[in-house]
């Protein structure tokens, strides 16, 4: 038997970038790559009804699903295509790579047209359509045989009703291709048409029928590595009841408070956010002294902070930044005119981030409050498309331990779990994220505040490269910040950590160098930070139980010892702190 690789697809598909919508690849040719050669020797070789493949995001998965599909048009296995995506704006990607792959898809189908036109091989349509009409895809569906491919098929999970809707509608298909970047959810949704096997901790996890993980595409050279700079900082604010609260982000707290402080970072009003956006605006210039087309992308909250941060950007770097959103008519066109120009900055909702494929993005920033395993690696995602060898992706993040973690997990492979326990990974969920200023129900009335982020000041904390750390607390703007921040945008990833370990070192010698900081706050400020803090600790304890403030101060009074509040030493306040924290914990 001959060892050549089998051939699968058209000519037109030969003639497929195998790293498509990327321009420009560097050192691709016209065949596939190893994966996706693989991947469909995998398929081909039983060629199943259902059949899941997961890939990291930048890998090539349109490519092969598009080479799967016009091989399988080819042979006369289906005669029609069906692609299922999340968002308008990647229906439109799809339509335009199948038409290199000589297939013809309709992105401009709807529902009302009753069938597809005749002169398609298919249609590109949402996830959002089907559920609003199974019925009608399931006939278009019953009428020829069908290939359907449902893109990051996880989202076939986001509501009840749209699985159930893509269980109708794609139920008759003859084969179903399901593409995936990120095969978990953060929920118990169970995705349609994907198996789930039980493991031995009785939780039954999501089998894939082929895995291309984040690193082994590292070590492909086929995705890009990607540093992290952290920001910690100093963060004040006032509670629902008044309080005004003082928290250091990046140390370890209490969820509540972890999350408050996280909500200030993010505030547009706030130095924090001005002082990481310059910083990041400074990667990108050094960046673009060796990619001169390399953009950059800040992730946002919400609407009105996307629009904030995007006014920020344009005062730094003194030119128009895109901003796209979610419900924007026009967000598709801004993305594509963002992609094939030359111009630095583009701000999008965190809803949108999946939809926003631009090859040349190369710096982020992660402004916003979700902290789901699922969304972090679908927003790293948009970062890691190499488009040549020694790229490396630099994205800005608050200091939080969730999101540190989470960075550090980067390469790790993750499949979706049904009946794992809620708590199991203890991170923050976007949930408490969004409540962290809104005072309980039963308070409302007893709360004449609002939650209202006082002021917020960054400073550089470290950068994460791979499972190293490097790099210490130091103010933005300084030599010693510089040294991280103003890398070579082209490195291998070997000689990055060679330069990061270097850098590390001549920071240390600069900062030695320097005379004493000076002395910290006096005692009295120490302290009232101290009791804000345990009357803040207090308060969620009280709440968690059903008690009141004075039962808990008494508790803890009598646990650890020493006079009140107001005569409470420092110690003794700190070891009432310890105690709190660990009765939240438990």
Same mark, same amino acid.
């Given at each position: 038997?001959?060892?050549?690789?089998?051939?699968?697809?058209?000519?037109?598909?030969?003639?497929?970038?195998?790293?498509?919508?990327?321009?420009?690849?560097?050192?691709?040719?016209?065949?596939?790559?190893?994966?996706?050669?693989?991947?469909?020797?995998?398929?081909?070789?039983?060629?199943?009804?259902?059949?899941?493949?997961?890939?990291?995001?930048?890998?090539?998965?349109?490519?092969?699903?598009?080479?799967?599909?016009?091989?399988?048009?080819?042979?006369?296995?289906?005669?029609?295509?069906?692609?299922?995506?999340?968002?308008?704006?990647?229906?439109?990607?799809?339509?335009?790579?199948?038409?290199?792959?000589?297939?013809?898809?309709?992105?401009?189908?709807?529902?009302?047209? #009753?069938?597809?036109?005749?002169?398609?091989?298919?249609?590109?349509?949402?996830?959002?359509?089907?559920?609003?009409?199974?019925? @009608?895809?399931?006939?278009?569906?019953?009428?020829?045989?069908?290939?359907? +491919?449902? %893109?990051?098929?996880?989202?076939?999970?986001?509501?009840?009703?749209?699985?159930?809707?893509?269980?109708?509608?794609?139920?008759?298909?003859?084969?179903?291709?399901?593409?995936?970047?990120?095969?978990?959810?953060?929920?118990?949704?169970?995705?349609?048409?994907?198996?789930?096997? /039980?493991?031995?901790?009785?939780?039954?996890?999501?089998?894939?029928?082929?895995?291309?993980?984040?690193?082994?595409?590292?070590?492909?050279?086929?995705?890009?590595?990607?540093?992290?700079?952290?920001?910690?900082?100093?963060?004040?604010?006032?509670?629902?009841?008044?309080?005004?609260?003082?928290?250091?982000?990046?140390?370890? %707290?209490?969820?509540? +408070?972890? !999350?408050?402080?996280?909500?200030?970072? @993010?505030?547009?009003?706030?130095?924090?956010?001005?002082?990481?956006?310059?910083?990041?605006?400074?990667?990108?210039?050094?960046?673009?002294?060796?990619?001169?087309?390399?953009?950059?992308?800040?992730?946002?909250?919400?609407?009105?902070?996307?629009?904030?941060?995007?006014?920020?950007?344009?005062?730094?770097?003194?030119?128009?930044?895109?901003?796209?959103?979610?419900?924007?008519?026009?967000?598709?066109?801004?993305?594509?005119?963002?992609?094939?120009?030359?111009?630095?900055?583009?701000?999008?909702?965190?809803?949108?981030?999946?939809?926003?494929?631009?090859?040349?993005?190369?710096?982020?920033?992660?402004?916003?409050? !979700?902290?789901?395993?699922?969304?972090?690696?679908?927003?790293?995602?948009?970062?890691?498309?190499?488009?040549?060898?020694?790229?490396?992706?630099?994205?800005?993040?608050?200091?939080?331990?969730?999101?540190?973690?989470?960075?550090?997990?980067?390469?790790?492979?993750?499949?979706?779990?049904?009946?794992?326990?809620?708590?199991?990974?203890?991170? @923050?969920?976007?949930?408490?994220?969004?409540?962290? #200023?809104?005072?309980?129900?039963?308070?409302?009335?007893?709360?004449?505040?609002?939650?209202?982020?006082?002021?917020?000041?960054?400073?550089?904390?470290?950068?994460?490269? #791979?499972?190293?750390?490097?790099?210490?607390?130091?103010?933005?703007?300084?030599?010693?910040?510089?040294?991280?921040?103003?890398? /070579?945008?082209?490195?291998? /990833?070997?000689?990055?950590?060679?330069?990061?370990?270097?850098?590390?070192?001549?920071?240390?010698?600069?900062?030695?160098?320097? /005379?004493?900081?000076?002395?910290?706050?006096?005692?009295?400020?120490?302290?009232?930070?101290?009791?804000?803090? @345990?009357?803040?600790?207090?308060?969620?304890?009280?709440?968690?139980?059903?008690?009141?403030?004075?039962?808990?101060?008494?508790?803890?009074?009598?646990?650890?010892?020493?006079?009140?509040?107001?005569?409470?030493?420092?110690?003794?306040?700190?070891?009432?702190?310890?105690?709190?924290?660990?009765?939240?914990?438990?």
């Amino acid at each position: 038997m001959s060892s050549e690789p089998q051939h699968y697809g058209s000519w037109a598909a030969d003639h497929l970038s195998p790293a498509y919508p990327e321009r420009a690849a560097w050192g691709t040719t016209q065949t596939l790559r190893a994966w996706q050669q693989e991947a469909l020797e995998r398929y081909f070789d039983r060629e199943p009804r259902d059949f899941l493949a997961a890939a990291t995001p930048g890998a090539g998965k349109t490519t092969f699903a598009l080479r799967l599909a016009s091989e399988l048009l080819r042979r006369g296995s289906v005669r029609r295509v069906t692609v299922v995506a999340p968002t308008e704006h990647l229906k439109t990607q799809w339509a335009d790579a199948a038409a290199r792959a000589g297939i013809r898809l309709d992105p401009g189908f709807r529902n009302a047209h #009753g069938e597809a036109a005749r002169h398609y091989h298919g249609v590109a349509v949402t996830y959002a359509q089907v559920a609003a009409r199974p019925a @009608l895809h399931e006939r278009m569906t019953r009428s020829a045989d069908t290939l359907v +491919i449902l %893109d990051e098929v996880h989202h076939a999970g986001d509501a009840l009703s749209w699985g159930d809707a893509v269980r109708e509608a794609f139920g008759p298909a003859t084969r179903r291709l399901s593409l995936t970047g990120t095969p978990f959810r953060s929920d118990d949704a169970p995705i349609p048409f994907v198996e789930y096997a /039980p493991a031995e901790d009785g939780v039954r996890y999501s089998a894939t029928d082929y895995d291309y993980g984040y690193a082994r595409a590292l070590a492909d050279h086929v995705v890009r590595p990607v540093l992290f700079m952290a920001y910690a900082g100093t963060m004040e604010w006032r509670t629902s009841m008044g309080e005004e609260m003082r928290a250091t982000l990046g140390h370890e %707290d209490a969820k509540d +408070i972890t !999350s408050a402080a996280w909500r200030t970072a @993010l505030d547009p009003g706030g130095t924090w956010i001005q002082q990481v956006l310059r910083s990041a605006d400074a990667r990108l210039t050094q960046v673009r002294e060796q990619v001169p087309d390399a953009g950059g992308l800040v992730i946002a909250t919400d609407q009105a902070q996307a629009r904030e941060y995007a006014q920020i950007l344009e005062g730094i770097c003194r030119e128009r930044v895109t901003v796209v959103l979610s419900d924007d008519a026009g967000a598709s066109a801004r993305i594509e005119e963002f992609s094939a120009d030359e111009s630095r900055w583009m701000v999008a909702v965190r809803m949108v981030s999946e939809g926003v494929d631009v090859p040349r993005l190369a710096v982020g920033v992660y402004a916003t409050s !979700s902290a789901t395993p699922l969304f972090f690696a679908q927003a790293i995602g948009r970062f890691v498309r190499s488009r040549r060898r020694g790229e490396t992706a630099t994205v800005f993040l608050p200091s939080v331990p969730v999101l540190l973690q989470l960075a550090a997990e980067l390469e790790r492979q993750r499949d979706h779990a049904l009946g794992k326990p809620t708590d199991d990974d203890q991170l @923050l969920d976007d949930e408490l994220m969004a409540a962290a #200023g809104k005072p309980d129900a039963e308070d409302r009335e007893e709360a004449p505040f609002t939650w209202q982020p006082l002021s917020s000041a960054a400073t550089f904390d470290k950068v994460l490269f #791979g499972d190293q750390e490097f790099g210490q607390l130091v103010e933005p703007g300084t030599d010693e910040e510089h040294d991280f921040i103003g890398i /070579p945008g082209i490195l291998e /990833p070997e000689e990055v950590s060679d330069l990061l370990q270097r850098r590390q070192r001549r920071q240390a010698a600069r900062l030695a160098e320097r /005379p004493a900081p000076p002395q910290p706050d006096a005692l009295f400020r120490s302290l009232r930070e101290d009791r804000q803090l @345990l009357n803040a600790l207090v308060t969620i304890v009280a709440k968690k139980r059903g008690q009141t403030h004075g039962m808990v101060h008494a508790e803890a009074r009598r646990v650890c010892g020493g006079p009140e509040v107001a005569k409470a030493s420092m110690q003794q306040l700190r070891d009432r702190i310890h105690y709190l924290r660990r009765a939240i914990d438990a």
